[in-house]
């Protein structure tokens, strides 16, 4: 017997699909900026869902936060301040690039595809240790990972520092 | 049918679409944001490809989640980069157009 929260959880994780594809194909064929954008956090807010799906609760919220909340916004920022209004809608010539485009894609798309489908079979590991929790995500970020954990904290700082100094002064500035 | 979030490849060709997205608007787009939406896209599916092995092939569950955080980490550092990128090259050009940096080109 099948119980109707289970239906439902199955039902959702589809709609997070179709979510993550539409605003795929939004944030790409968008003619205005603002709409690619918009379409990005569509797109990000369904693969959140997948993660949930996939056993973490803990890197839904963190994409919500940093790719939604922050990311996002920092893009809308992005196009406020660096184009003027009549910039913003992008020539959407169909010309030669999105003929390439499409070939390109299509062909890494449908590579991966084929060999997911057709040439490995994955096995789940034999022996596992910890678990989902977020405890064991701090322990191993303080012991296992201590390194990559203080080396991330000093891209960030750098990016900050960085963007800081290139964008000093204002947008009518002279160099 | 009742258990199809649990199956590996669903995951992984979404990832494939999102990459296949990405490489698309990278190609298409002329503008600096246009392709920093594409990058995002691709990031994502990378990170949603460390989270699927996470849980369905990993011996240790932590190990794709902290990937997969600083995947994050990486795409918010980028995006603060590009868009002060994207205002020092309007004060230099005064054109947010991509094409018209040409002054390297001989």
Same mark, same amino acid.
């Given at each position: 017997?099948?119980?109707?929260? &289970?239906?439902?959880? &199955? !039902?959702?994780?589809?709609?997070?699909?179709?979510?993550?594809?539409?605003?795929?194909?939004?944030?790409?064929?968008? $003619?205005?900026?603002?709409?690619?954008? @918009?379409? =990005?956090?569509?797109?990000?807010?369904?693969?959140? +869902?997948?993660?949930?799906?996939?056993?973490?609760? %803990?890197?839904?919220?963190? &994409?919500?936060?940093?790719?939604?909340?922050?990311?996002?916004?920092?893009?809308?920022?992005?196009?406020?301040?660096?184009?003027?209004?009549?910039?913003?809608? *992008?020539?959407?010539?169909?010309?030669?690039?999105? @003929?390439?485009?499409?070939?390109?894609?299509?062909?890494?798309?449908?590579?991966?595809?084929?060999?997911?489908?057709?040439?490995?079979?994955?096995?789940?590991?034999? !022996?596992? !240790?910890?678990? %989902?929790?977020?405890?064991?995500? +701090?322990?191993?970020? @303080?012991? $296992?990972?201590?390194?990559?954990?203080?080396?991330?904290?000093?891209?960030?700082?750098?990016?900050?520092?960085?963007? !800081?100094? =290139?964008? $000093?002064?204002?947008? *009518?500035?002279?160099? | 049918?009742?258990?199809?979030?649990?199956?590996?490849?669903?995951?992984? /060709?979404?990832?494939?679409?999102?990459?296949?997205?990405?490489?698309?608007?990278? /190609?298409?787009?002329?503008?600096?944001?246009?392709?920093?939406?594409?990058?995002?896209?691709? #990031?994502?599916?990378?990170?949603?490809?460390?989270?699927?092995?996470?849980?369905?092939?990993?011996?240790?569950?932590?190990?794709?989640?902290?990937?997969?955080?600083?995947?994050?980490?990486?795409?918010?550092?980028?995006?603060?980069?590009?868009?002060?990128?994207? #205002?020092?090259?309007?004060?230099?050009?005064?054109?947010?157009?991509?094409?018209? #940096?040409?002054? #390297?080109?001989?």
């Amino acid at each position: 017997m099948i119980a109707y929260y &289970q239906i439902i959880a &199955q !039902i959702m994780f589809v709609a997070f699909i179709l979510l993550t594809i539409v605003g795929a194909l939004l944030a790409v064929n968008a $003619k205005i900026l603002m709409h690619s954008v @918009l379409g =990005l956090a569509v797109c990000l807010l369904g693969v959140a +869902g997948l993660y949930f799906y996939l056993g973490s609760i %803990f890197l839904t919220l963190m &994409q919500i936060m940093i790719y939604v909340g922050a990311v996002c916004i920092v893009l809308v920022f992005g196009i406020m301040v660096g184009f003027t209004p009549n910039e913003s809608a *992008e020539k959407n010539d169909i010309g030669r690039n999105t @003929l390439l485009g499409i070939v390109a894609s299509g062909i890494a798309g449908l590579g991966l595809v084929v060999t997911i489908l057709g040439r490995t079979s994955w096995e789940a590991a034999a !022996i596992t !240790i910890g678990d %989902f929790s977020i405890e064991w995500i +701090g322990e191993s970020l @303080l012991l $296992k990972y201590c390194l990559a954990f203080e080396l991330i904290s000093v891209v960030l700082l750098i990016a900050i520092v960085g963007s !800081i100094i =290139l964008a $000093k002064g204002g947008r *009518e500035e002279g160099l | 049918m009742i258990t199809i979030s649990n199956n590996l490849n669903i995951y992984l /060709i979404l990832a494939a679409f999102l990459f296949a997205m990405g490489l698309y608007g990278m /190609i298409r787009h002329k503008t600096f944001i246009g392709m920093l939406v594409s990058t995002e896209l691709i #990031l994502n599916g990378a990170g949603l490809n460390f989270m699927a092995f996470n849980k369905f092939t990993a011996p240790d569950p932590a190990t794709g989640q902290i990937i997969t955080l600083f995947i994050m980490g990486i795409a918010a550092a980028e995006a603060a980069i590009v868009v002060s990128f994207i #205002l020092a090259v309007y004060r230099k050009y005064n054109t947010s157009d991509p094409e018209s #940096l040409k002054e #390297l080109i001989g």
